[in-house]
């Protein structure tokens, strides 16, 4: 916290909100670990089935999302930082400097997941084109806050939240 307690951080850079991604990114895989041991330990080793094609249950696809969806919502309410945020000193916040309500916590989450929906066009383009083009839809996303002044991409909009740099 600066000395004077008027001053408004400032917003965080682009650059550092990537890098915070991808350690976040390292997190998400550990959980998705752990969640599928768990559930393979539970089910005797029979929970996805492979031959001519892969089956993934539904139910184990949704407790893996709601478990990653946990860990974002969780993070941001609790303090505004993810554990990839922390090393980077970037927080979430409202666009008044507030807490994010667990209201905005979701639909920042809803929506910067929301490319994830493209996944469902693999079976029709392939995984290869199908993976590229969420990559373009989310640089997307993001390059948005290169174009604003207080550096929000497309999920900050539509929350009212905003990240900013804590030094």
Do not use: N
Not at 91 to 98: H, L, S
Not at 122 to 146: E, S
Request: proline share 5%; net charge positive; with cysteine.
């Amino acid at each position: 916290m600066p000395a004077d307690s008027t001053a408004t951080p400032a917003p965080c850079p682009l650059w550092r909100r990537l890098l915070a991604l991808v350690y976040d990114l390292l997190i998400v895989v550990a959980i998705v670990m752990v969640v599928g041991l768990l559930c393979q330990l539970a089910t005797g080793g029979k929970l996805i089935t492979t031959g001519a094609k892969t089956v993934i249950p539904l139910w184990y696809q949704c407790l893996q999302g709601l478990v990653v969806a946990a860990y974002f919502i969780s993070s941001w309410r609790r303090g505004g930082q993810t554990v990839g945020m922390r090393p980077w000193r970037i927080r979430v916040t409202r666009d008044d400097g507030g807490t994010v309500t667990l209201q905005q916590a979701v639909i920042r989450l809803l929506v910067a997941g929301a490319p994830m929906v493209l996944l469902l066009l693999a079976p029709a383009f392939g995984l290869r084109t199908t993976l590229w083009t969420l990559l373009v839809v989310w640089a997307g996303w993001f390059a948005v806050a290169l174009f604003d002044r207080r550096r929000r991409a497309v999920h900050d909009f539509a929350a009212g939240t905003e990240v900013r740099r804590l030094d």
